[in-house]
Each structure stands twice: as C-alpha cells, then as structure tokens.
C-alpha cells in the first residue's frame, strides 16, 4: 500500500514491530449464530475484506450449536453488514464475501464436536499449494463456555506444526480478582500468552490509539501532562438507552464491571503511563501495568452509585421484566481513581459512566488548573477535551481576547474535528483495527494478563461492597431517564475541583452580541 501524504509531507512512521500477514489463514468464529459475531465480527470481517486487508486465500468458518444450512449462516452472516444505496460494488463484495465463508455446527463441551471442526479444517488446508496451516480462533461466546472451549480446541484443533494458532477472547474477563485469576489461570493451561489476545475493544477505538502519539509526539502537550498543570479529569461514558430485555444479562454484572473495571480504566491507563521505551507491545503494555499498580483500590466515599427510573414516557430500570424485583444494581456510577506517584499524586480521575441519560458521548475532559490570579478576574479555566466517539475530535479551550477595541477575554477553541479535518479518511471500527492486530500478531492493544489482574485488584472490594459481600448493600440514588444523571454528581465533581463555567460549554462559535 502507498503512503499518503499530509498537508505538510509524507506522514512519519511508528516504531513498531509484528509480522506481516500470513497466508492460508483459517479464521474460526466460534459463536457464529450470537449477536457479537453478527453485529461486530462479521461486519469487522467484511470491512477488513473490502479494504484488501484480509490474509490471501483466507478462509472463514463459522462454528455454533445452532443447526442452520450454508443460506441461513449467510443470511445471519451479513445482515449488520451496510449497504445502504445498494451499490453494486458492494453487493459484489458480500457475494464474494460469502464465497469464502461456511458454516459447521457443534457443542462447546465435548471433544467428538471439535474433532468434527478439526476434520472440516483439515478438509479446507488440504487445497493449500503448501503446508503451512495457520487458525485464528475467535470466542464471540458468553464467558460460561471460555475454558471448555479454550481446552477443546487445544486438544482437538490445535496446528502442531507448520502454522501459528491464536486465540482471541472477549470480555468479560470474570467477575473479581479471584474469577478472573480462575480463568487467566485455566485459559494458561492451554494456551500461551503470546497466542492469547484478549479483546477490549475501545483499545481499537480511533481516539484511543491517539492518546500515545497526542502524548508523546508533542513536547507542547507533555510539558504541562502532571500534577503541576492539571487540577482534574474525566473520563465519560454515556449512553441514551436502559437495558431493554438485556437486564438479566445487565444485572450481574453492572455498570463498573460493564464499563468502568475495563474501557475507561484502559483510557486512563494510556492517558496517564509514562513514556515507553518504544511502541512495541510489551514495551506499551508494561508502563500500562506500572502506573496501574500504583492506583490503590476504590474508596467507598469516592463512589456515587445511581439506578434510573420512569421519566419522559420511557421505563425504570425496575420496570424491565427481566431484571429482578427490587434490585439495587447500579445503572450508573461514578469512582474518583488516584494514582499515588510523583507525576499524579493528588489528581483525581473520575471514571463516570451510565445508562438512560441524555445523550451518547465517550469523552475524555482535562481541566487544568487556574491561572495565577491578579491581572485577572475569575477567568475560565483551560481544558482538553478529547472526545472518542461520536464524531471523533479533539478541542482545546483556550482564553482569547475579544475581537475589536475592548480588553477583555473570552473562552474559545483550537478544535480538530476529523469529519472536518480529514474528510477523505475513513475511521476504521474498532474491531476492525483489532482483528487485524491479532492477524499480525500485534499484542499492542490487548490485555495483558498481569494488566488484567491489577485491574481487578483497584475495583474488587467496590464491587463486593455493591454485591452485599461486606455488609449491607449499598442503595444507589434514583436518576430519571433521559438526564444528566443522579442530581448528587455535580456536587460529587465539584469536591475534586471541578469547575463548571457556562462560558465553556459555548462551542463550536461563539456569537459576540450575546455576551
């Protein structure tokens, strides 16, 4: 593929290091008939595809309990695949796309339905010009089945020879320390780490992977990245929708299991590490799990827990037939992080995340400090904000003075907003972007095992306060549908420093004859 070039020459390259894709590829998609694989793998798949970045003469196989024809497979196989105008091109494309695609059925846990998968493999390889086998397995399945699965295909499908195998898992990885020490602990029964990628899909988001170059290839942004610039941050995640139907599923698990323990704690942990040595993946990978190690568990006063109710026609969270009556699961919840080392010490990071509020919005807010008070008046305060989705951008809130013959200031932006900066490009999803890796063999932007272990080890005793294992159970505060959230988290924010300002929240233009 040819480099494109920038406004200002040809884009520079990364230090990194992987292998190149390799051919006589099998991609195994175990949970084929699930939602995952057919709203987020399969469309992943596709889009890898049409953009030439598949393996040659890759094979694709889907594997379930589900007994369903090669027409059926196909039907489910493409319909979250986008083709709105009916453009020939890509109807072609999903032709295509199905001409290397096929189906098997079995069980998860007994070894003759794994034998079946290995001979139908087998039958596939058995057309290659050379004897090179690679399998890339994917587990788009419930985490009940990981380790029967995982030591099935080891015992039944592995490639001994002549080939590589790799495991891709989904979260989530348990429930606390101890489930998820049981499975790394299993799972490493079978398989090595380095054939196993764990899968947390916004490391794949287009703004996630920003965070390292934003970072680290700007000495204007890193000289005022610590504790002497900034006051505190945010990191936001909100949803306009409840359960709806998936309360059963939503319900065991939570918001801070569901969002907070693994999306936001990754952002943190790339927005907070220290330099690595290069953009390898243990390299990244390691100064991740130092500035982690450093963050001591959750404090039960730096919580805010908030379960949404009827509001604006639409239902409580209780109202859900399949949630259970009375539940105090939190549909909301907001947790200050500190991280006690000389760059953070002192900053506080609230992760906040929540169902049923007002809008869809995953953002990161920095909030530096105030400026040194004299020459002037209560004047707004700097913020970055980066706003992973949607429509990606990155804006900064700067102070200005007032076009024309006053002295005076007023906040405005220096705003990158791709849509409107690279209208050609085309943001790849995140899936996209990690399966890719995984075909690579790019560790990069998967979790670790120890990564994950000091992960849980930060919000276990939360979430066994919230589950009644340490006396009684927290009850969290009642937020209507379609708001902001409980009416107890601007107090909550402003403990830790925050300063909201109504001057800040005027963008992307600010209109002079209303101020």
């Given at each position: 593929?040819?480099?494109?070039?920038?406004?200002?020459?040809?884009?520079?390259?990364m230090e990194?290091s992987?292998?190149?894709l390799k051919d006589?590829?099998?991609?195994?998609?175990l949970?084929?008939?699930?939602?995952?694989?057919k709203k987020?793998t399969?469309?992943?798949l596709?889009?890898?595809?049409?953009?030439?970045f598949l393996?040659?003469?890759v094979k694709?196989?889907?594997?379930a309990r589900?007994?369903m024809?090669?027409?059926?497979?196909?039907k489910r196989?493409?319909?979250?695949?986008?083709?709105?105008?009916d453009?020939?091109?890509i109807a072609?494309s999903?032709?295509?796309?199905?001409?290397f695609?096929?189906?098997?059925?079995?069980?998860?846990?007994?070894?003759?339905?794994?034998d079946?998968l290995?001979?139908?493999l087998?039958e596939?390889?058995?057309k290659?010009q050379?004897?090179?086998?690679?399998?890339?397995?994917?587990?788009?399945l419930?985490p009940?089945?990981?380790?029967?699965v995982?030591k099935n295909?080891k015992?039944?499908?592995?490639?001994a020879?002549?080939?590589i195998?790799?495991?891709?898992?989904?979260?989530?990885?348990g429930?606390?320390?101890?489930s998820?020490?049981?499975?790394?602990?299993s799972?490493?029964?079978?398989?090595?780490?380095?054939?196993?990628?764990?899968?947390?899909h916004?490391?794949?988001?287009e703004m996630?992977?920003?965070?390292?170059v934003?970072?680290?290839?700007?000495?204007?942004?890193?000289a005022?990245?610590?504790?002497?610039?900034?006051?505190?941050?945010?990191?936001t995640?909100?949803?306009?929708?409840?359960?709806?139907?998936?309360g059963?599923?939503f319900?065991?698990?939570?918001?801070?299991?569901?969002i907070?323990?693994?999306?936001?704690l990754?952002?943190l942990?790339?927005l907070?590490?220290?330099?690595?040595?290069s953009?390898?993946?243990?390299?990244?990978?390691?100064e991740?799990v130092?500035?982690?190690?450093?963050i001591?568990?959750i404090?039960?006063?730096?919580?805010?827990?908030?379960?949404?109710?009827?509001?604006?026609?639409?239902p409580?969270y209780?109202?859900?037939?399949?949630?259970?009556?009375?539940?105090?699961?939190?549909t909301?919840?907001?947790?200050?992080?500190?991280?006690?080392?000389?760059r953070?010490?002192?900053?506080p990071?609230?992760?906040?995340?929540?169902?049923a509020l007002?809008?869809?919005?995953?953002?990161?807010r920095?909030?530096?400090?105030?400026?040194?008070?004299?020459?002037f008046k209560?004047?707004a305060?700097?913020?970055l904000?980066?706003?992973?989705?949607p429509?990606?951008?990155?804006?900064?809130?700067?102070n200005?003075k007032?076009?024309g013959?006053?002295?005076?200031a007023?906040?405005?932006?220096?705003?990158?907003t791709?849509?409107?900066r690279?209208?050609d490009a085309?943001?790849?999803?995140a899936y996209?972007a990690?399966?890719?890796?995984?075909?690579k063999?790019?560790?990069s932007?998967?979790?670790?095992?120890?990564?994950?272990?000091?992960?849980?080890?930060i919000?276990?005793?939360?979430?066994?306060?919230i589950?009644g294992?340490?006396?009684?159970?927290?009850?969290?505060v009642?937020y209507?549908?379609?708001?902001?959230?409980?009416?107890e988290?601007?107090g909550?924010?402003?403990?830790?420093?925050?300063?909201?300002?109504?001057?800040?929240?005027?963008w992307p233009?600010?209109?002079?004859?209303?101020?």
């Open positions: 593929m040819t480099r494109e070039r920038s406004l200002s020459g040809t884009i520079p390259s990194t992987h292998e190149e006589n590829t099998i991609i195994i998609v949970g084929a008939s699930g939602d995952l694989a987020k399969f469309p992943a596709f889009g890898l595809y049409r953009q030439g393996p040659r003469d694709i196989v889907g594997y589900t007994k024809d090669a027409e059926e497979f196909h196989e493409t319909s979250y695949i986008k083709n709105p105008n453009d020939p091109e072609k999903i032709e295509a796309f199905k001409g695609s096929s189906y098997i059925s079995g069980g998860y846990e007994d070894g003759e339905s794994f079946k290995n001979s139908y087998e596939i390889e058995s290659y050379s004897k090179e086998r690679n399998r890339i397995f994917y587990l788009a419930p009940s089945v990981f380790i029967p995982c295909l015992e039944h499908c592995y490639v020879k002549n080939g195998n790799r495991i891709i898992i989904e979260k989530p990885f429930k606390d320390l101890d998820a020490r049981e499975l790394l602990n799972v490493k029964q079978y398989w090595t780490e380095d054939e196993t990628f764990r899968i947390d916004y490391l794949g988001k996630v992977k920003n965070l390292l934003l970072r680290f290839a700007n000495i204007a942004m890193g005022a990245w610590d504790k002497n610039s900034i006051s505190n941050v945010q990191i995640f909100k949803e306009p929708f409840g359960t709806e139907g998936r059963g599923y319900d065991e698990f939570g918001i801070i299991r569901d907070l323990q693994n999306h936001l990754q952002v942990s790339i907070t590490m220290e330099r690595p040595v953009f390898s993946a243990e390299d990244i990978r390691d991740k130092k500035v982690l190690r450093a001591p568990p404090e039960r006063d730096d919580c805010l827990l908030g379960q949404y109710v009827a509001a604006n026609g639409k409580g209780l109202d859900d037939d399949t949630v259970p009556p009375n539940s105090v699961c939190p909301f919840a907001a947790c200050t992080l500190w991280i006690h080392n000389p953070w010490e002192g900053v990071f609230i992760l906040k995340a929540g169902k007002n809008e869809a919005k995953v953002e990161v920095i909030q530096f400090k105030d400026v040194t008070q004299g020459i209560d004047i305060r700097n913020e904000v980066i706003r992973i989705q429509s990606e951008a990155v804006y900064l809130k700067l200005a007032t076009p013959l006053y002295t005076r007023i906040p405005t932006e220096m705003d990158l791709y849509k409107r690279f209208t085309k943001i790849p999803e996209e990690l399966i890719l890796d995984a075909l063999g790019d560790h932007n998967f979790v670790r095992n120890d990564e994950l272990d000091v992960a849980w080890k919000f276990t005793p939360i979430l066994h306060w589950d294992k340490q006396g009684q159970v927290p009850r969290p009642s209507p549908y379609g708001t902001r959230g409980p009416k988290l601007e909550f924010v402003q403990k830790y420093g925050y300063k909201r300002s109504a001057d800040l929240y005027i233009v600010t209109n002079l004859a209303s101020l």
